[in-house]
């Protein structure tokens, strides 16, 4: 099942990258706007939660594989002879 506080995270750190560029476009326009700064706490905020998808991730798909059996080759050419018996 998908971590849902990640995902509102990531929606959130998506959210306050694009409106932060946008501000920060208005302030090189002198319209005013956020300062650069906000611009980059954005990036490294958004660059934070995908790391720990990231994370999430990779723990999920090791116990996943502790669940799930490994499939050999030999084992899948060996269940087809047995059927075609």
């Known amino acids: 099942m998908p971590n ?19 501000s ?4 090189l326009a002198g319209l005013g706007g956020a300062p650069l700064g906000a611009f980059q706490l954005a990036l490294v905020v958004r660059a934070a939660v995908l790391l720990a ?8 798909d090791q116990r996943d594989a502790d669940r799930w059996p490994a499939v050999s080759g030999n084992s899948i050419e060996q269940d087809s002879a047995d059927v075609l018996r």
């Open 4 to 22: 849902l506080p990640l995902f509102i995270a990531f929606g959130a750190a998506i959210l306050a990258v694009f409106v932060t560029r946008f």
């Open 53 to 60: 998808c990231l994370v999430v991730w990779v723990l999920r």
């Open 24 to 27: 920060w476009f208005g302030r």
